[in-house]
Every structure is written in C-alpha cells, then in structure tokens.
C-alpha cells in the first residue's frame, strides 16, 4: 500500500542524493543543458529555503531555491520542483510550492523567477515577465518565465546569473 501520510522538512547534505535521484527521473540526462540548471551549476541552493517531503522513509518530492542575480538585484531561482511519480497528484508540489514562498517571504527576499507552467505557478503569485525584462543566459519560453515579487519589492529587470553578486551591488550603490 502506498504511504499516504508525509511531512515537509528542510533539505539536509544527507538527502542529496536522493533528490538529484527524482531530479534525474523527472527531466531525464537532458536536464544539464536546459537553461534552469545552467544558472544553478556551481551555485550552492538556499538551505533555509530547499525542503523535502517524507514519506515513511523515503523522499518523495523536493523544492529548490538558488540565489541569482537579475542585473543588480538579489533573487532566487526557484526550482527544481520534483514530485515522485508515484506521489503525483495528492497536493505535494502545491504544498511545497507554499512553504517555500512563505519562507522565502518570511526570510526578507524579494523576487523569485522561475521557469514553468503559469496556470499550476499563477496561484502562488507568479505572473509572466514582460517580454524582454529579464533575460536569461540560455533559451527559454518566454510565456513560461515567471517572476514573483515579495515583501512589496519591485520587478527587477536585467541578465540573469547564478550567485549573488557582491561587486554588482557595490558598484550600482
Ligand atoms: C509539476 C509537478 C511538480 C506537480 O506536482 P504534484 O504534486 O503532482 O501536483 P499537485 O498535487 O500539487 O497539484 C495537482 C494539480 O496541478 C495540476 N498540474 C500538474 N502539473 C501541471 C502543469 N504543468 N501545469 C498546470 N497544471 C498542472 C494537476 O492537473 C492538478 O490539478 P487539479 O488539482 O485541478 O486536479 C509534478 O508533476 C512533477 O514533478 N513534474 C515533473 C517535473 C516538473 O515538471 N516540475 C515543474 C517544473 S520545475
């Protein structure tokens, strides 16, 4: 029988494996040259900000959020969001989508891009970016790069890239 009952935690170092696991199950050997995952190469997740869900004793879905820049501006990437196949569909991704937003919002960030669905990412305050806004160091859909803005920030506009640039914010303050 399948376990129905799951809690959410924050990832541990322990549990990488495990999510790069569901990683590679969800996006397959492509994954590496899909422009998401080239932002975060080299770029360490947000631990205070990256959970799990658990399942009896296994790990059936993870959220990620990595610090980028756009421009000058701190952000988060968000993703990846990973669901086991055999948990798709019971509210895991809704459930990590909103503790992640409420921790993000809790911990004084303001702006989160991702790239996805905006019909499942709309209900957590994600909207399109406007068209040229925020450029990306890779192909993506423009119609699936979303941006949410917290703690009643603005949008951000600029070239994106992993990490958080001390230098850029020295240099534009
Ligand atoms: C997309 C994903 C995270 C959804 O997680 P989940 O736990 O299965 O979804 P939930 O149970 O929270 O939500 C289910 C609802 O979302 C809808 N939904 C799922 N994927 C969707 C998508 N891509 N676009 C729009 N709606 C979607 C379902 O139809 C369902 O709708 P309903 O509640 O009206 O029946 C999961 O399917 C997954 O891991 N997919 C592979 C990896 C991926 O595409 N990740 C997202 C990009 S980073």
Known sequence: MKQTSWVIR???PSDTATVEELQAEAFGPG???RTAFRIRENVPH???LSFVVVAGSSIAASIRLSPIMIGETR???LGPLTVSPDFKNRGLGKALMRT???AAEAAGDKVVLLVGD???YGPFGFAQVPFG????????????LLVACLN???MPEGAVHGGWDEAAEAAAS
Do not use: Q
């Open 10 to 12: 924050t990832e541990h």
């Open 31 to 33: 994954r590496f040259a």
């Open 46 to 48: 947000r631990e205070d």
């Open 75 to 77: 952000a988060l990437l």
């Open 100 to 102: 992640a937003m409420e």
């Open 118 to 120: 905006a019909p499942y």
């Open 133 to 144: 806004k925020i450029t990306l160091p890779g192909p993506v859909d423009p119609a699936r």
């Open 152 to 154: 009643d920030a603005d």
